[in-house]
């Protein structure tokens, strides 16, 4: 079951009567928006001094449907928009306020509207809302900025792409996006950033001016030391055996590089030379192992052991039967010597 609300602030205009008429036309004419389908008891309510209302009961299925009908908030919201506007435009003898449209500015939820419609204030916000104007009001610079956010028990927190700001009092985090104060955020924030342009570009004059008064000092201290020829005559005895030092020092550099790439060469020609000795006792290797292997062919071949005889089958018969030729031999030599004995 869903329980909602329906109701409007009393009027001087009309009477009562026609008052409690109007506001069962818009409970129909709710019902049939939000729930066509469904089973729905309503009951006006008059006992309040300010307002009548009407409380609904709606079951969470259509009739002779198992599956729970609901409205997503868009559509929710879009159905409470269009009805308070048909309302404020048929009915102006009504003198009703627009609240549910007017959230699009003001950035209220659904329970501070209706907080808000109820008792005409959202205590919470509306302190964070006064006090940041209080904050934006007096400040002009960025230290001035801060000492009033922190005199207003309030901290300016920033995440990803949102600016919002935590009240000390509640622990609670509001947007200020949501309270309707990001425009005012920007134009205090331009004010401090030219505040902080117009600082920096004063103590950058101030660092100027500092530099300019040294070398001026630096410029009139030279002038009087240059007052006597035996100075200037020092100086360029000076200049001079600078030079020549300079000179000296470039020499050895050129002397100490060309060292440098003879080392290199040298290296380079060795590795060269042991790279061609190690290369020739590779071929000696190569021909002699060469040689064995032409002696070894030769060998099998006298001895009718070619590479393609050695793993027949033809040639381990002929082995075989040689064996057994020459064990029948060996026997019958042996019985002969014994024959020759005994005669």
Known sequence: MYHEVLSITKSTQITEEKQKEILREI?????????????????????????????????????????????????????KKDLEKRVLEKYPELEQKEIINKQSKDKLSNK????KRRTG?????????????????????????????????????????????????TGRNHRLKTLGMLDEFNKISKIVEKSETVSNEKESCKEELK??????????T?????????????????????????????????????????????????KNQEYSKTKNRWY????????ILDLFDSLLIQYGLTKKNINTDNNKKEVYKRKQELDENRRRIELDQENNKDF
């Not at 530099?211 to 009139?220: L, Q």
């Not at 005895?237 to 590089?257: G, H, P």
């Open 284 to 291: 000696i290797v190569r021909w002699k192992i060469t040689e």
């Open 27 to 79: 409970a129909l004419r709710y019902i049939e928006k939000r729930a066509n389908n469904n089973l729905t008891y309503a009951v006006l309510h008059d006992d309040k001094d300010d307002n009548f209302h009407y409380h609904l009961l709606i079951s969470s299925n259509e009739i002779e449907e198992t599956k729970k009908h609901r409205l997503s908030k868009a559509q929710f919201d879009t159905l």
């Open 121 to 169: 204030k959202t205590s919470q916000r509306d302190s964070v809302i006064n006090r940041l104007k209080t904050v934006f009001s007096s400040s002009q610079d960025k230290q001035s900025f801060f000492e009033n956010i922190e005199k207003e028990n309030l901290e300016i927190y920033v995440r990803k792409n949102t600016i919002g700001v935590i009240d000390k009092e």
């Open 112 to 115: 501070g509207a209706e907080l």
């Open 211 to 220: 530099e300019n008064r040294k070398t001026y000092k630096e410029k009139f």
């Open 222 to 270: 030279i002038k009087r030391n240059h007052s006597t020829t035996e100075n200037n005559k020092s100086k360029e005895t000076d200049y001079s055996e600078r030079e020549n030092n300079e000179n000296i020092l470039d020499e050895k550099e050129i002397e100490i590089n060309r060292r440098k790439e003879q080392l290199s060469k040298s290296r380079d020609s060795s």
